[in-house]
């Protein structure tokens, strides 16, 4: 598949940022983390979005889009964490990243690191599964567009005519009946 073209590029390009950095943010907030200003999000997207494009001008390999992916949610929660708005903490004086309990901040890192694997799946399969469906889409919008055949009405096409039912082959009176009766009687 050939997905090099700039257009349909920044188009998935732009849709990946979008999805990724809006979960990244999301998960980031279901794990203790503030929520960020929409100027840090918008930063945030046109980074994500530069390096999807970058990286969608070839295939390259799990490896490498894993790399980029933890490299991205590295970024963003650095970016998040800078950027966030006040959120009230249970403990005066305590960072919001730093939630009480056995493993501070795993939480976190589990989140980023799920966000980022789904990235990484998601440029490598998803990225493909979009770039066909956006070719299906095409090639049936360009058969709308195709001029119709002079005299082409569309209440006018033919339709079958019902099936006619053929008539029931004539019974028997005696084979009619001879199911109806029956032959048991009363006990004797």
């Known amino acids: 598949m050939h997905g090099g073209r700039p257009v349909p590029r920044a188009l998935r390009a732009a849709a990946f940022a979008v999805v990724c950095v809006y979960t990244a943010l999301g998960t980031h907030m279901l794990a203790g983390g503030g929520g960020a200003r929409l100027g840090v999000v918008a930063a945030a997207t046109a980074i994500t979005g530069a390096g999807a494009f970058v990286l969608a001008a070839r295939r390259p390999s799990m490896g490498t889009l894993l790399a980029a992916a933890f490299a991205a949610q590295y970024g963003m929660h650095h970016l998040f964490s800078a950027g966030a708005t006040a959120v009230r903490t249970p403990v005066p004086g305590a960072d919001h990243h730093q939630p009480a309990g056995l493993f501070p901040g795993l939480g976190m890192l589990v989140a980023h690191v799920l966000v980022a694997m789904l990235s990484a ?3 490598e399969r998803g990225d493909a599964a979009l770039l066909t469906l956006l070719r299906l889409l095409g090639c049936a919008l360009r058969d709308l ?24 082959p004539a019974l028997r009176t005696a084979q009619a009946l001879s199911s109806a009766l029956s032959r048991r009687g009363p006990p004797r």
């Open 121 to 123: 799946w998601w440029l």
């Open 145 to 168: 567009w195709r001029p119709l055949p002079r005299g082409f009405t569309p209440l006018a096409t033919p339709r079958p005519a019902p099936p006619v039912a053929a008539p029931a």
